[in-house]
């Protein structure tokens, strides 16, 4: 049985492809809530070394294969994002940090944390306003509040934000991040 068809990546995260190339010679590229992995397959045919986290095994397995079909490199961990210790990874071990489609606050900071020096987060969700077109998520523990995907990682460096509404066959407010983990410097006395 052939596993359904993906969507193709995010417009965003076409958008940002050069960065995330150059942020994946940092280190792996970690994609959190991966679902079917549309974002870890493409980030792994840019020649990345993706670390891919779901709570579905289904999910995980389906990714699997396609990654083996593909010859790509890409590591599924199964994991609740949403319990306590949720983050089963070391802090400065990521060169880029991928999140699609999903929120939960508490991550903020070690997803920051997560990243290299110099490493690239990439994040797009929902808005509040997506409840405007009844679609979507309505729960307000999964939308963002104007401003607050800045406010979340206000210690990185930001190179992308925008909040928009993205047209189609099924129409999303969504607030989109670039940023970079500033790199630490030394003064030489």
């Known amino acids: 049985m052939r596993a359904p068809e993906l969507q193709p990546p995010s417009p965003f995260f076409e958008a940002q492809r050069e960065r995330l190339r150059a942020a994946a010679r940092l280190g792996p590229v970690l994609d ?3 679902g ?3 974002h870890a397959l493409a980030a792994a045919e840019l020649g990345a070394h993706v670390v891919a986290i779901d709570r579905s095994p289904a999910f995980l397995s389906e990714l699997q294969l396609r990654a083996r079909e593909r010859a790509l490199r ?3 961990v199964r994991g609740d994002l949403e319990a306590p210790a949720a983050l089963p990874v070391r802090p400065s071990c990521f060169g880029a940090v991928l999140v699609f489609r999903f929120l939960h606050r508490p991550l903020a900071g070690p997803l920051a944390a ?5 490493g690239l987060l990439l994040y797009e969700t929902f808005t509040e306003r997506q409840r405007e077109v009844h679609r979507g998520p309505s729960n307000p523990d999964f939308l963002l509040r104007e401003g607050e995907l800045r406010r979340l990682f206000a210690g990185l460096d930001v190179l992308d934000y925008e909040e928009c509404r993205v047209e189609g066959a099924f129409p999303q407010h969504v607030a989109r991040l670039a940023a970079r983990r500033p790199v630490a410097h ?4």
Not at 114 to 118: E, F, I, S, T
Not at 186 to 189: H, V
């Open 186 to 189: 030394t003064s030489g006395a």
């Open 114 to 118: 997560a990243l290299r020096p110099g």
């Open 36 to 38: 079917r992995g549309r």
């Open 32 to 34: 959190v809530a991966c």
């Open 74 to 76: 890409i590591d599924p």
